[in-house]
């Protein structure tokens, strides 16, 4: 079953605005990582952040990641329509490299 | 970071039948894995792809159904076995270079069963 909740399941923005994906999760983690796949393609990597660290920063991306809330943001700033994707974050426990899923937000930017 | 070529990309399956998708890394890494996407869903987990012994499936996975080999450090097949339109999905190959680090994934590999 999927452990991640993400929200929300879809959001359309104007082009230049900025977009925020929230993710929560059951567990205690290692780490949440958060990934882009285009339409029927695969998942590329944006950002990995461990669970003792509180915010991350990537070009245009920012993840903060609250473990007593057990949840984490993904921002985007000044959208591109490039930018259009759906957004997973995923996460990791301690000892286990395997990934648990959330159920993905669809973003579209509209030029 | 790791560079992942999966086999096929994309491929139409007939009902019954049995196809193999490749997975080769660049470069050695520690852990393998299979995941599956099914239409318009998230990423479920097959099985951990074990170098030299048989993979570690999840709940819900077999090996009848999905085998998987992993001859070294740096290639790994599934074969989805049997197929019926239930199967059609992304299948999709990822790594980790260490326990902690980044996890890539291929580019997948989009199989309809008809």
């Known amino acids: 079953s999927q452990q991640g909740e993400e929200d929300p399941q879809a959001l359309s923005i104007q082009e230049g605005e900025n977009a925020t994906m929230n993710c929560s999760y059951k567990?205690?983690?290692?780490?949440l990582q958060w990934y882009r796949q285009n339409s029927g393609r695969g998942l590329v990597h944006l950002i990995l952040?461990?669970?003792?660290?509180r915010e991350k920063h990537s070009g245009r991306l920012r993840v903060t990641l609250d473990t007593s809330k057990k949840s984490s943001s993904l921002l985007i700033t000044a959208s591109r329509a490039a930018d259009t994707a759906s957004y997973f974050c995923?996460?990791?426990?301690?000892?286990?490299?395997?990934?648990?899923f959330g159920t993905g937000t669809r973003l579209t930017i509209i030029p | 970071s790791a560079v992942i070529s999966q086999k096929p990309s994309r491929d139409i399956c007939q009902r019954g039948t049995s196809l193999t998708i490749q997975c080769q890394v660049d470069?050695?890494?520690?852990?393998m894995f299979w995941y599956r996407q099914q239409p318009g869903q998230s990423l479920t987990l097959i099985a951990t792809?074990?170098?030299?012994?048989?993979?570690?499936?999840e709940s819900g996975f077999v090996i009848d159904k999905f085998p998987i080999s992993r001859p070294n450090l740096t290639f790994s097949t599934l074969t989805v076995s049997n197929m019926s339109p239930e199967d059609s999905s992304i299948y999709l190959c990822?790594?980790?270079?260490?326990?902690?680090?980044?996890?890539?994934f291929g580019e997948g590999s989009w199989l309809t069963v008809v």
């Open positions: 990822s790594v980790a270079e260490g326990v902690g680090n980044t996890i890539y």
């Open positions: 567990t205690s983690i290692n780490n």
């Open positions: 952040i461990r669970s003792n660290e």
């Open positions: 995923a996460t990791a426990v301690f000892g286990n490299e395997k990934l648990t």
């Open positions: 470069s050695q890494v520690t852990m």
């Open positions: 792809a074990n170098q030299g012994s048989e993979a570690t499936y």
